[in-house]
């Protein structure tokens, strides 16, 4: 992509985001000029993106944090509650998620909700990193990081389909929550928590019956 690229940076560190614009100032191609706006949480990220398309110069590419502050109204609770909205305003921009968050069931449910152009981990990122995922992300999205690349193999290659709910149930026995507060956390029965327990006990072929058993077998697979 040449000529003028219009990017949103959403992000509430300031120090951060100055990274990320260096780092893009310092390694665009020089067929580019980079026109780059700055939002430290939900509010000033909506107000940025209505701007753009009141001024008819809709943006290009967004960068979204997933933890931001929440919107003042209450309506969007993080950057993924803003990256769904954006994807309805602006559809043609580009969205670029970064997150500290590297749980398998955070990475599948941005990818679910999202589908990002991009998606790198924090914890992960280098700035020839941020570098090439900027020039992937133009030409030839979607651009992911090691951690969510190798995420994405361990569950491609597994034969095992578990549903949102069953990941959620996955992922909340892993944080410690028992088997009768689950169902409070999913709008179900405990009879049918019960039931789908039993169910991934048999997909992930746990022999002793045991919850830990079940969470370890999830884990090396890539569901937790």
């Given at each position: 992509m040449e000529g003028t690229i219009r990017i949103l940076m959403i992000d509430d560190h300031p120090m951060i985001i100055e990274g990320y614009q260096n780092t893009l100032l310092f390694t665009k191609?020089?067929?580019?000029?980079?026109?780059?706006?700055?939002?430290?949480?939900?509010?000033?990220?909506?107000?940025?993106?209505?701007?753009?398309?009141?001024?008819?110069?809709?943006?290009?590419?967004?960068?979204?944090?997933?933890?931001?502050?929440?919107?003042?109204?209450?309506?969007?609770?993080?950057?993924?509650?803003?990256?769904?909205?954006?994807?309805?305003?602006?559809?043609?921009?580009?969205?670029?998620?970064?997150?500290?968050?590297?749980?398998?069931?955070?990475?599948?449910?941005?990818?679910?909700?999202?589908?990002?152009d991009g998606f790198l981990i924090k914890s992960d990122l280098t700035s020839s990193e941020l570098a090439s995922a900027f020039q992937a992300v133009l030409n030839n999205p979607p651009f992911y990081s090691g951690t969510v690349n190798s995420y994405l193999k361990k569950t491609i290659t597994s034969d095992i389909y578990v549903d949102e709910k069953n990941r959620k149930i996955l992922h909340l026995l892993s944080q410690g929550v028992k088997t009768k507060n689950l169902a409070e956390h999913l709008d179900l029965s405990l009879s049918a928590v019960e039931k789908r327990k039993k169910q991934l006990k048999s997909l992930f072929v746990v022999e002793d019956g045991e919850d830990e058993t079940l969470i370890n077998e999830a884990r090396k697979k890539g569901f937790i």
């Open positions: 191609k020089d067929n580019q000029h980079l026109e780059i706006d700055i939002a430290n949480n939900c509010d000033e990220a909506i107000y940025y993106m209505d701007k753009s398309l009141k001024t008819a110069r809709p943006y290009d590419v967004l960068f979204v944090d997933i933890s931001l502050p929440p919107s003042t109204d209450g309506t969007m609770s993080s950057g993924e509650d803003l990256a769904v909205h954006a994807r309805t305003i602006l559809p043609k921009a580009k969205i670029v998620i970064l997150t500290m968050f590297n749980e398998s069931y955070r990475i599948h449910n941005i990818i679910q909700t999202i589908d990002p």
